[in-house]
């Protein structure tokens, strides 16, 4: 062996090799680090580290930070039946004030409000914009980010599977509705009643039935109380209490049935809480439940449910040569 191999280090022998310069601009560009990069691994967090008083004092645990939780459920529904309220008497007062329909006093319009589509839609797309306009501002400062990141709203994923999210919808309202012929059904529950006492009424109904409510209850069940279960599920599982294996496999189905009872209790009034339609709107529910879990996307399940939706109105639009006929409902 010659003198000068006798004098080199063992780190001489393994030198790294020398990168190109287009290399090293790709490297830094994507933030890789060479394959020759020395790998140094994190010094052990400390189970103990001194206080103000310099006496060891355990390391505080830091778990991940889940919203909406259940308390934010609470506040946004407690919040919407206040505002619901408020929003409701203000509406009715606008429309004695403009005279919208003259020799009527408050007290009528209030009753006339909730019977007639021609009032009662109207005052109801107030009520959800003023409940929307409070609630934005109120939950993004207690979330310190923007409101539709805390609510995972994610647009794009809409945009960008709009036309299956439409045929996923359309293809669940037919099915539903082939299921409902095999279910007891009202003869002529409320809702069916609203749309028979005008035209514009009924137009006003699907209008709002495409806009304005998808777009509301997916917000509400979808975006506030199916991740606010979940994230309780979460929550223990941080804690210790259950495997998170078990939150997985427990949590979601749970979360999905409580969604999907609480979308179908909102829902019974319209339809003479009769059980057969509200076993109907309680398994879209769970379709909408499985786009918005599957997707991370409120606006993907606001796609499928104004589609679903549509589905609802295509009979009545047929049957009653759109709108015009509202008589024939009845025969």
């Not at 069916?192 to 109904?205: E, F, L, P």
Request: with cysteine.
């Amino acid at each position: 062996m010659s003198a000068d191999m006798s004098e080199e280090s063992p780190n001489d022998l393994i030198k790294p090799p020398e990168l190109e310069p287009a290399e090293l601009e790709l490297a830094g560009r994507f933030g890789a680090e060479p394959d020759f990069a020395p790998v140094i691994a994190p010094p052990p967090q400390a189970a103990f580290q001194p206080d103000m008083f310099g006496i060891p004092a355990p390391v505080p645990e830091v778990r991940p930070r889940r919203i909406p939780h259940l308390g934010h459920v609470l506040l946004f529904f407690v919040m919407a039946l206040v505002l619901l309220g408020i929003g409701q008497l203000l509406a009715v007062l606008l429309l004695q004030l403009t005279h919208i329909f003259p020799h009527r006093s408050f007290d009528s319009l209030f009753i006339f409000s909730s019977t007639d589509a021609r009032a009662s839609i109207p005052i109801q797309a107030m009520c959800y914009g003023l409940i929307t306009l409070v609630c934005i501002p109120v939950f993004s400062v207690l979330w310190h980010e923007p409101f539709a990141e805390g609510v995972h709203w994610d647009n794009g994923k809409a945009r960008s599977r709009f036309f299956w999210l439409v045929i996923l919808g359309l293809g669940a309202g037919f099915s539903i509705a082939y299921l409902g012929s095999f279910l007891p059904m009202p003869k002529n529950p409320p809702i069916m009643q609203d749309m028979m006492k005008s035209s514009i009424g009924a137009w006003m109904m699907l209008v709002f039935g495409l806009t304005v409510a998808p777009l509301f209850e997916e917000l509400a069940f979808r975006g506030f109380l199916l991740p606010g279960l979940l994230n309780f599920f979460r929550w223990v599982a941080d804690r210790g209490a259950i495997s998170q294996n078990a939150s997985l496999w427990i949590g979601v189905p749970v979360s999905i049935l409580l969604t999907s009872l609480g979308f179908a209790f909102m829902h019974s009034p319209q339809v003479s809480h009769a059980w057969g339609p509200l076993v109907l709107i309680g398994s879209i529910s769970v379709v909408l439940c499985i786009v918005r879990l599957a997707m991370n996307s409120v606006a993907a399940a606001v796609v499928v449910h104004a589609a679903y939706n549509f589905t609802l109105f295509a009979g009545v639009l047929y049957q009653t040569g759109g709108f015009r006929h509202l008589e024939k409902l009845t025969s």
